[in-house]
């Protein structure tokens, strides 16, 4: 596994600086962060991972939805200190160009989306879905992918995408 | 966001120390759990704290037996994991419902059973550095009061603050009389449910009895049989992620058709959960009934009163509380996923 060292934040302004470790998408990042950086400012501004979107920045479009140590959470809601140690999926972690994750074809399939840019949220949120088993039908797909927001309004399609591999996913076990 | 120092300690004893500075009303230390409240408000300016202490690091997350035969509910474990605790799934349903009706999956994911007893009021004027609010910078007036108030409270409310509550799990543990373990400077204490939060009177900016320094470390739920009589009823502006209107929390026991060991807790009418031990006596030992039910609703409802765009919330209220009872005695909980309200 490739080590990054990512170059010292600058510390002119005064503020601490504090070292911290964290896996993102499988690469070993040890970073230097001042302490109001978020976990989506990290990701976006300093490790170029512009997947995660910056939607409202208050927790409540999903937009910026990552997964941390197997659980999803609003990126923008977590200082990136306070995660020393963790590991991090982005949709830079899910499937490849090549390689699509059944879910990114599902959306594709289903038209999913408009302008796509709530759609990383959305697919990082349905994975973690799927990985938690709580949802059995489209009622509650529609609870459990209630934080992720669509300003196109393309819910019913994003629901047919995520009850697809929900079905498939099911059909295996 | 705002410059501020931050700190990790890895032990209880360290981190209320190092918040044990600052003077009242405004101490400008803040305790960092899932921050899903805190780095919001710190983002709109309200919270401007020159001190972070994470708390993350602290051995917190347990959920595991209470002394007393109920259960111990780590500050530290986030929402979510409490929801699917087996547990609190099998012995608390009504926990586990409540938790679940609040917030996005995402936020649970993060959001601390602590951090969910000392989240702020959603008041629109708290959260606008532009408009009055005395619990944001005391003795600047009340934005709600003669303005738009559709989320705000109808009972216990003062001429300084009409905010609410916002959780739906505290609505749950006032219910089941659970007990706030803290530690702080002056060592280790319990704090019953009914008396965590406080009403707004001329200190609004006082959510809770808190005293500066301490840390909620646990919640304690009491033994109970609830399993079967509950149900945890949400009504919002939209079906799911949204803060409640109303919120009724029931839990009882129906021995040879009789009513006993009632509990109704409402949420979002009031600057705490709201309980009324006296419309609980009411139905205790009564065969139920729709009229019983609407008796308590309005005994609970004693001196309501609407701001203006909230008004409609006092008949909401003694609706939904008739509805909540009749959906515990008959053994049919809301759904968290089918909204539909039967």
Known sequence: MNTIISPPASASNGAQVIPISLDINGQQHNLQVEPFVTLLDLLRERLQLTGAKKGCDH??????????????INSCLKLA?????????????????????????AFMDHDAFQCGYCTPGQICSAKALLDEGHCKSRADVREWMSGNLCRCGAYNNITDAVMEVLEKEGAKT | MIRFDYVRPSDVASATQAAHVGAAPLPEVRFLAGGTNLIDLMKENVERPTTVVDINRLPLGKIEAAPDGGLRLGALASNADTAFHP??????????????????????????????????????????????????????????????NRIHAILGASPDCIATHPSDMCVALAALDAVVNVSGPDGERQIPFADYHRLPGDEPWRDNTLKQGELVTSID?????????????????????????????????LDDGKLSDVRIALGGVAHKPWRVPAAEALLNGQTPSKELFHQAAARILDGAVGQGTNDFKIELARRAIARALAQAVAGTPQSQSDKRIK
């Open chain 2, 87 to 148: 547990d609190v799934k099998a012995r608390y349903p009504l926990l586990a419902s409540a938790i679940l009706a609040g917030a996005s999956p995402q936020l649970r994911n993060a959001a601390t059973n602590g951090g969910n007893l000392n989240q702020r009021t959603r008041c629109y004027y708290f959260y606008d550095t532009a408009t009055p609010c005395n619990k944001r910078e005391p003795g600047s007036g009340c934005g709600a009061l003669g303005g738009v």
């Open chain 2, 221 to 253: 739920v009491p033994q109970g049989d609830f399993g079967a009589h509950y149900t945890y009823l949400k009504l919002r502006d939209r079906l799911s992620y949204a803060f409640a209107l109303v919120s009724v929390a029931v839990a009882l026991k």
């Open chain 1, 59 to 72: 927790g409540q479009c999903g937009a910026c939805t990552v997964i941390v140590d197997g659980k999803r």
């Open chain 1, 81 to 105: 200190v306070s995660l020393d140690g963790a590991s991090v999926t982005t949709i830079e972690g899910i499937g490849t160009e090549t390689k699509l994750h059944p879910l990114q074809q």
